[in-house]
Nanobody, 124 residues
Framework: HVQLVESGGGSVQAGESLRLSCSGS????????VGWFRQAPGKEREFVAA????????NVEDSVRGRFTISRDNAKNTVYLQMDNLQSDDTATYYC?????????????????WGEGTLVTVSS
């Protein structure tokens, strides 16, 4: 398993932006697909976005497409989630996860590694 650490969460006003970072502890991080999920209080965990090991492929949930962008910098062992025009519905704890296969993000319970999460709060 790869150790993952999220950062960049915080409290913002609606319409503002945040950039989350997911840093991996091992060299194999750069060989894995990495993605983001979120879970709001009282709601189920939902997929947000994922990116292949080399950044060539990315999947973004329809509800955030056009506002959220996922990218990675393998030289820094880091994956980013740029979140623009944040809305109150985006309030949640955001988790990053990694797995050898991008397609496995359809099955979150089977993903290889998870971070502890970072809280994003958006006030309207």
């Amino acid at each position: 398993h790869v150790q993952l650490v999220e950062s960049g969460g915080g409290s913002v006003q609606a319409g503002e932006s945040l950039r989350l970072s997911c840093s991996g502890s091992e060299g194999t991080f750069n060989l894995y697909a990495v993605g983001w999920f979120r879970q709001a209080p009282g709601k189920e965990r939902e997929f947000v976005a994922a990116i292949s090991w080399n950044g060539a492929s990315a999947n973004v949930e329809d509800s955030v497409r056009g506002r959220f962008t996922i990218s990675r910098d393998n030289a820094k062992n880091t994956v980013y989630l740029q979140m623009d025009n944040l809305q109150s519905d985006d309030t949640a704890t955001y988790y990053c996860a990694s797995d050898p296969q991008l397609g496995n993000f359809l099955y979150p319970n089977q993903l290889d590694s998870w971070g502890e999460g970072t809280l994003v709060t958006v006030s309207s």
